[in-house]
C-alpha cells in the first residue's frame, strides 16, 4: 500500500530523529530535549481573552467619562 503524503512526512521526520540520536547517550540525547515548555493555551485564544478584556474596559471607561 502506498504512502500517503502526512505518513510520509512523518516518517522522515521519525528518521531524522532517529539518526540524530544514533550514536549517543541517554544523558546527551536528555539535553538536547527542548527546555522551553510550550504555552498550554494558542496565541489565538489568548488575543481574544485580551481583547474582550480590554475592549470591556475601554468601553466601560468611554461611557464613563461621555454619558455622566
Known amino acids: ?3 500517503t503524503p502526512q505518513q510520509r512526512r ?3 521526520k521519525f528518521a531524522k530523529e ?3 540520536r544514533m550514536g ?3 544523558s ?3 539535553k538536547r530535549a527542548k527546555d522551553t515548555p ?3 493555551i494558542s496565541p489565538f485564544w489568548l488575543a481574544l481573552l485580551a481583547f474582550v478584556v ?3 474596559l475601554i ?3 468611554i461611557s464613563r467619562i461621555f454619558l455622566r
Do not use: D, V, Y
Open 1 to 3: 500500500m502506498a504512502q
Open 59 to 61: 468601553f466601560e471607561i
Open 54 to 56: 480590554f475592549g470591556g
Open 28 to 30: 546527551q540525547i536528555k
Open 38 to 40: 510550550k504555552s498550554p
Open 18 to 20: 532517529t539518526e540524530a
Open 10 to 12: 512523518a516518517n522522515l
Open 24 to 26: 549517543k547517550s541517554e
